[in-house]
């Protein structure tokens, strides 16, 4: 069902690789919300996934780029207004990739120029895209920016490696932008921490299907689903949510309040059923 959220508004949607990707769903409910938009990814990316096959799918301009790029950022935001007609009035920010994680290289032997481009890639591009976008005074007064984290940010998860340090990074990013973004051109900036979602670049989490029923079973309200977190996208871009910004927003079925539920703690002593000591 289509609200009209975000009737003639525009947006630029970094990050969508395939149909698994959140940032994919969010391009999907802004068009049925009535917005227009360009993707954009790095040109490997665009090779590697089906977002060209959606963006043609979907008449949507696809630019590519890379978002650790300044020069590609200014490139991408001057094409990006022009294709559209004007300033743009949100934007969302769903980059990570940690080659540590890929490498599996545990958090107490990290290889530093793979943090460095953990870092770059997942936190710092977040900061060079808003203030590239500040600088051409891209998004109009009341525009909105998310950023997708994750709960890690704050608290120490199995295996999620130097990507928890990139998540806190990002988080930091978004209230110190969003305090000089807002007090200057009313734009705001949020992060949304959502449950642990089965994409390209989760699966290659070791464990991370035990993350995910995990998770499952100490939520009230279960896991958040990638199509749930793109219509939370949704609100944060439209009028509705005006007065909302440097939040870090947890979209996690209640995950993140929760100490031990009733379905973790049956399964935790369902594993001493086999006469081992508790």
């Keep these: 069902m289509s609200y009209n959220l ?8 970094f990050g969508a690789l395939n149909e698994m990707s959140i940032a994919w ?15 954009t990814n790095t040109e490997l990316s665009i090779r590697m996934g089906q977002i060209k096959d959606f963006a043609e799918k979907n008449n949507v301009p696809l630019i ?3 978002a650790t790029s300044e ?8 094409e990006a207004m022009e294709l559209l007609g004007g300033k743009i009035d949100f934007i969302l920010h769903s980059v990570a990739m940690s080659l540590n994680v890929r490498k599996k290289r ?24 808003l203030q590239t976008a500040k600088k ?12 997708l984290s994750y709960v890690a940010a704050q608290r120490t998860m199995f295996e999620y490696n130097d990507m928890a340090d990139a998540k806190a990074m990002l988080e930091s990013i978004a209230r110190s932008f969003g305090y000089i973004y807002g007090r200057e051109k009313r734009v705001r900036v949020n ?7 089965i994409t390209t670049a989760g699966s290659g989490i070791k464990g991370f299907d035990s993350l995910i029923d995990f998770a499952e079973r100490m939520s009230p309200l279960g896991n958040a689903s990638a199509d749930e977190c793109a219509n939370y996208c949704i609100t944060l871009f439209s009028d509705l949510t005006r007065k909302v ?34």
């Design 6 to 13: 975000l009737k003639g508004k525009k947006g630029i949607i």
């Design 106 to 129: 545990p958090y107490d032997n990290l290889d530093y120029d793979f943090l460095q481009k953990t870092l770059d890639i997942s936190a710092i591009s977040f900061h060079k895209v």
């Design 245 to 278: 910004t440097m939040q870090n927003l947890f979209h996690d079925g209640g995950f993140s309040s929760m100490g031990m539920s009733y379905r973790a703690m049956h399964q935790y002593n369902k594993s001493f059923e086999n006469g081992e000591t508790k």
């Design 25 to 39: 769903k969010v391009a999907e409910k802004c068009l049925e919300e009535g917005a227009e938009i360009v993707l």
């Design 64 to 66: 590519p780029a890379d």
């Design 136 to 147: 051409l005074d891209a998004i109009n007064e009341w525009g909105s920016v998310v950023a």
């Design 71 to 78: 020069e590609d950022l200014e490139r991408l935001f001057k």
């Design 191 to 197: 992060t949304i921490s959502q449950s642990p979602t």
